[in-house]
């Protein structure tokens, strides 16, 4: 396997000037003559809904989609895909009837939502959880895989590769919220055009190995000869039936995890909070349709991976550091294969991919921080000037503890995407309950909110140790157990709003907010149906 050559590292030099200088020009063309913490964090009035759209899928897609997702690809096949078509279904709910309430209530952050809604208790226990996970799990795990993928490509040191990855990701979000937004932009399209040349070459290659030519060809044979990686339900006793547990993955737990990412998220909704309701749902759209192709960047290669290894490709290079089979090699792996260029480009796309996505992360945990934890309790008299270098300086200290956490977190046992998603499913039901429940029933509390909040994760916890009585709640598909989880807190938190009243914090909701614009619904159905259709052929 060759590594980078000349005109590789000329191609990503490219990239990297594009993206940098494109990002400095944004800086000094958008900055305000008065530094805000809203201009910095929120690109208020900025965003068009093209670099919406565009920064919702930058930043979601990196290392753990990447790498981990075509590793998923290789071991279980097309099924781990429900989490992008899924996500692409959340995207329009969360459109239609999420981002009204927010833009309608001036919310800024998740925490202020739940400060507002219930009390600063709630809000200060949930930021706190916010940025250890944000912290602790995804950016280090981004971090983590990222720096794994470009070693194995380049050749370069593993922490070599680690820092560089932290240092131009601080680059880019030391700009604020509006450099981060526009220049994703620059960020998908690498990722995207990078992205469908590894699929289109490792596809073909595999129609080359069973001597025929050509994508289509490639497609077929993958198809017939490998059957078990083109379906997206599965039975029970099917080997992976624990991480995509039948119909759950419609009608359970996986809205609980899409529904909690993209519409709870202050990582994600925090691209949209600064537009106006059209632009926001509008981007949010163009998510969706982006949504769509990401199995074809993110699964084929790694269903292709597991074709040409099956012929016999790859036996050694799958193998980890320790020796053992590591899946997660499958996308690096096939990298190495493209033709010189190509393999720059596709470099280009990962770094992409990785880097738009640590610097979305590190803005989020900086927003938390310095808006809902540092200035209502440290700082209530700072400037707004000075609080923007507050936050400056979070990113980098979030940085540098991702850097120095990462390689003790297990990333590599379960696969970095379903290590991500496990570990965020701790949190996912209590947090979501919490917030459905705040949206559409004015009765709900802050009893009820702290005990999903708190009660839910401590919840999760025991039944993911296997510490409740009753059953093997580690036998249960952790989607499963988040869809139990969220049923107890829902009901506690009925029960404990109708014993436990308290003065209601209403939001302003009325059915108008809730009405979208024809183009709107129309693209709406086109993403609805089209999923309905992948789901019917690939059942």
Known sequence: MQKLQTLDYLVFLFYFIVVAGYGYWIYNKKKSAQTSTKDFFLAEGSLTWWAIGASLIASNISAEQMIGMSGNGFSMGLGISTYEWMAAATLIIVAVFFMPIYLKNNISTMPQFLSQRYNKTVSLIMAIFWLLLYIMVNLTSILYLGALAVSGISGLDFYTCMVFLAVFAIIITIGGMKVIGFTDVIQVFFLVIGGLAATYLAVTLVSDKYGMEGLANGFKLMTQNHDDHFHMIYPKGNPHYMSLPGLTVLFGGMWIVNLNYWGCNQYITQRALGADLDTARNGLLFAAFLKLLMPVIVTLPGIAAYALYQKGMFQQEMLGVDGTFNQDRAYPVLLNLLPMGLKGLSFAALTAAVVASLAGKANSISTIFTLDVFRPYFAKDMSEKQLVVVGRVVIVIAMILAIVISPFMGIEKKGGFQFIQEMTGLLSPGIFAAFIMGFFW???????????????????????????????????????????????????????????????????????????TTGFTVGAAIVIITIISLYTYFW
């Open 442 to 516: 004015k009765k709900t509390n802050s009893a009820g909110a702290f005990f999903a909040i708190v009660g839910g994760f401590l919840i999760a916890l025991s039944m993911h140790n296997n510490w409740l009585p009753g059953t093997d709640w580690s036998a249960m598909p952790f989607l499963d157990r988040m869809g139990w989880v969220f049923v107890i807190c829902v009901v506690v938190m009925f029960i404990l709003s109708l014993v436990l009243p308290d003065e209601k914090k209403g939001l302003e909701i009325d059915a108008s907010m809730f009405k979208t």
